[in-house]
């Protein structure tokens, strides 16, 4: 914002600091009600002025702090947003963000805990990233930012409290290619976003027990880089992918759907796929528990396929 005057955000509860997660905190106080602009609850119009804002010269940030709501604002997004530069013959670009918070877990229940990446990952026209550290959580979305096309940029509050060493320098990150975070030989491990955690720690308690997994940070839904998963499974033979979205049509789906028609003569054993079942999110921490898939869920899927 410093940087370019066009870029300006919007969105209910923007400068409430508990309603972002603290993540906007001394914003309002550097650049006004003018361009950090706190709306009504009405997300088809907030995404309507938006999109009307990047096609005319502006480069908007709209933020939900609970993606649940954006299904009000899919007309404006899909329907506006992501098609107008394809309908116009690449004359009219859109360069949006939009800043998707996935809330879930604390008892919040259904209609507070969705993460719907892979709505979106289904979507031409729309660039969709899920930054699980630190450092990618700042370079992507600057890059989003720069970038002249729609991008969703997925934000875990589950990851909120993981600090790391980031550049104070302004810089930007691919808003494509996973990423390899570990070498092994024996399991391949796909991950994105707050999964990517778990799987960390699954894999430090992997090692200890002598088996080798090859973690693999998504980064990117949309593009998706299987041509690096399918590298990884050429080596390894065995897939298992992690994803914290419903297991049915998810990204999950669509990795072992690739990986079985790119790699099938490589793979030793059928892909392992973990996600949410396809209920909606309880209510009670007893069933939240078991409900949400962790470093443990992966640890016995890993040991079962090796």
Request: aromatic content about 6%; proline content about 8%.
């Given at each position: 914002m410093e940087k370019d005057d066009s870029v300006f955000q919007i969105g209910v509860g923007i400068n409430t600091p508990w309603f972002v997660g603290q993540t906007m905190n001394g914003l309002?106080?550097?650049f006004s009600e003018e361009r950090m602009i706190d709306?009504?609850?009405?997300?088809?119009g907030v995404m309507g002025i938006a999109v009307g804002a990047a096609a005319t010269g502006s480069r908007p940030i709209v933020t939900f702090p609970r993606m649940d709501f954006m299904h009000y604002a899919m007309d404006q997004l899909v329907n506006h947003a992501a098609f107008f530069n394809y309908t116009l013959g690449g004359n009219l670009p859109i360069p949006l963000t939009i800043r998707a918070m996935i809330n879930r877990g604390g008892e919040q229940a259904s209609q507070h805990s969705q993460a719907l990446q892979s709505v979106f990952?289904?979507?031409?026209?729309?660039?969709?990233v899920m930054p699980s550290d630190p450092?990618?959580?700042?370079?992507?979305?600057?890059?989003?930012?720069e970038d002249n096309n729609p991008v969703l940029f997925i934000?875990?509050?589950?990851?909120?409290?993981?600090?790391?060493?980031?550049?104070?320098?302004y810089f930007t990150s691919p808003l494509e290619g996973a990423k390899r975070l570990e070498e092994g030989k024996d399991v391949s491990l796909v991950a994105s976003s707050y999964m990517v955690k778990e799987a960390k720690?699954?894999?430090?308690?992997l090692k200890k027990k002598n088996?080798?997994?090859?973690?693999?940070?998504l980064r990117s839904i949309s593009p998706l880089d299987t041509e690096t998963i399918a590298l990884s499974v050429r080596k390894t033979g065995r897939l298992v992918i992690v994803d914290g979205g419903w297991k049915t049509g998810g990204i999950s789906a669509e990795i072992a759907a690739v990986i079985s028609?790119?790699?099938?003569?490589?793979?030793?054993?059928?892909?392992?796929?973990?996600?949410?079942?396809?209920?909606?999110?309880p209510a009670a921490k007893t069933l939240e528990s078991v409900y949400y898939p962790n470093s443990s869920t992966v640890i016995s899927a890993v040991q079962h396929m090796i």
């Open positions: 309002l106080d550097r709306t009504p609850v009405s997300e088809n990952m289904h979507i031409p026209g729309l660039k969709v450092y990618d959580a700042k370079g992507m979305l600057l890059a989003a930012i934000d875990d509050r589950w990851l909120y409290a993981e600090e790391e060493e980031v550049p104070a320098d720690e699954a894999y430090a308690e088996i080798s997994v090859e973690l693999i940070d028609a790119d790699c099938h003569s490589d793979l030793k054993k059928p892909v392992i796929r973990l996600g949410l079942p396809d209920l909606p999110a």
